[in-house]
Nanobody
Framework: QVQLVESGGGLVQAGGSLRLSCAAS????????MGWFRQAPGKEREFVAG????????RYVNSVKGRFAIFMNNAKNTVYLQMNSLKPEDTAVYLC????????????????WGQGTQVTVSA
């Protein structure tokens, strides 16, 4: 059983920063891609950022480019999302995900999901 556990969410004022963490545990599994998604109330789940297991490629949704950064610590089986210059529209539940198989766009093929962590940005 693979588990992904997110942490680091919270309430922050606009312009502030948060760092989300996602720790993977359980049986050893092949993960080609790790990513972050978000879902705001009444909206569909949205891809935010993805990274290859080697860390050599990343991809971001346009709305967070230049503000968010995804990176990994493979020794700790942990992926992070550093979020800077936060805006009220970034408010959502952020979910960590892992993909067994690679996809060129880094935004599909995810088959393991965490429970999510709430991020709230006040104006």
């Amino acid at each position: 059983q693979v588990q992904l556990v997110e942490s680091g969410g919270g309430l922050v004022q606009a312009g502030g920063s948060l760092r989300l963490s996602c720790a993977a545990s359980g049986r050893t599994f092949r993960r080609s891609i790790m990513g972050w998604f978000r879902q705001a109330p009444g909206k569909e789940r949205e891809f935010v950022a993805g990274i290859t297991s080697s860390g050599d490629r990343t991809r971001y949704v346009n709305s967070v480019k230049g503000r968010f950064a995804i990176f990994m610590n493979n020794a700790k089986n942990t992926v992070y999302l550093q979020m800077n210059s936060l805006k009220p529209e970034d408010t959502a539940v952020y979910l960590c995900a892992a993909a067994t198989y690679y996809s060129d766009d880094l935004s599909t093929n995810y088959d393991y999901w965490g429970q999510g962590t709430q991020v709230t940005v006040s104006a």
